[in-house]
């Protein structure tokens, strides 16, 4: 069965950066690109980013566009998200997803668990 | 960026009662809307996408109608399971955007 599973829980200070991984399973990696979107406390979910799943193209929510970088790693069949220069806004729960039509339908079928990142000083 | 609306923002019915959610779009997305269920503690789970396609598993008294800026996800008659949080996201104009949500609680 399609599973995505993400790492654990951070904690980071102001100004850090921070790389999660969703290392996915159950499907041909190739096949599917996989999307990050977050959750702040009482807000609404916010899609970030996206990787192909047949080649290393990306692409990223202009709001995150300079902080965000989304890779790979085929033989690992695992996607890694890292976001520079935190800042308290950016505390929330992190989700990978995988795209329900394969690729570019920003649909979003099978979901991680979540990774929550805490920004505090 | 196209901003999602969604109303009520809680909905509080009996389990057997039909429930009509709305999502409506600061400008066309033709069809390219998405519906999700979210559970506390859960990632949320793709029910419908095109606006009216259900996705794999998702149970046939869920269904989605609209096109355009104006959306519904209407449950015909609601299960204990069905008591979550649900959101619209769009992929008609980029970047892909989510509505605020619907919570539907037990009355």
């Known amino acids: 069965q399609v599973r995505l599973a993400q790492s654990g829980a951070e904690v980071k200070k102001p100004g850090a950066s921070v790389r999660l991984s969703c290392k996915t399973s159950?499907?041909?990696?190739?096949?599917?690109?996989i999307h990050w979107v977050r959750q702040a406390p009482g807000q609404r979910l916010e899609w970030m980013g996206w990787i192909n799943g047949d080649n290393d193209n990306t692409a990223y929510s202009q709001k995150f566009q300079g902080r965000v970088t989304i890779t790979r790693d085929t033989s690992a069949s695992t996607v890694y998200m890292e976001l520079t220069r935190l800042g308290s806004e950016d505390t929330a729960v992190y989700y990978c997803a995988r795209d329900y039509y394969g690729s570019g339908s920003y649909y979003l079928d099978s979901w991680g668990q979540g990774t929550l990142v805490s920004v505090s000083s | 960026e196209i901003v999602l609306t969604q109303s009520p923002v809680t909905l509080s019915l009996s389990p057997g009662e039909r429930a009509t959610l709305s999502c409506r779009a600061s400008q066309s997305v033709d069809n390219f809307l998405a519906w999700y269920q979210q559970k506390p503690g859960q990632p949320p789970r793709l029910l419908i996408c095109d606006a009216s396609r259900r996705a794999t598993g998702t149970p046939a008294r869920f269904s989605g109608s609209g096109s355009g800026t104006d959306f519904t996800l209407t449950i015909s008659s609601l299960e204990p399971e069905d008591f979550a949080l649900y959101y619209c996201?769009?992929?008609?104009?980029?970047?892909?955007?989510f509505g605020p949500g619907t919570k539907v609680d037990i009355k």
């Open positions: 159950g499907y041909t990696f190739t096949t599917y690109a």
């Open positions: 996201q769009q992929r008609g104009s980029w970047p892909p955007t």
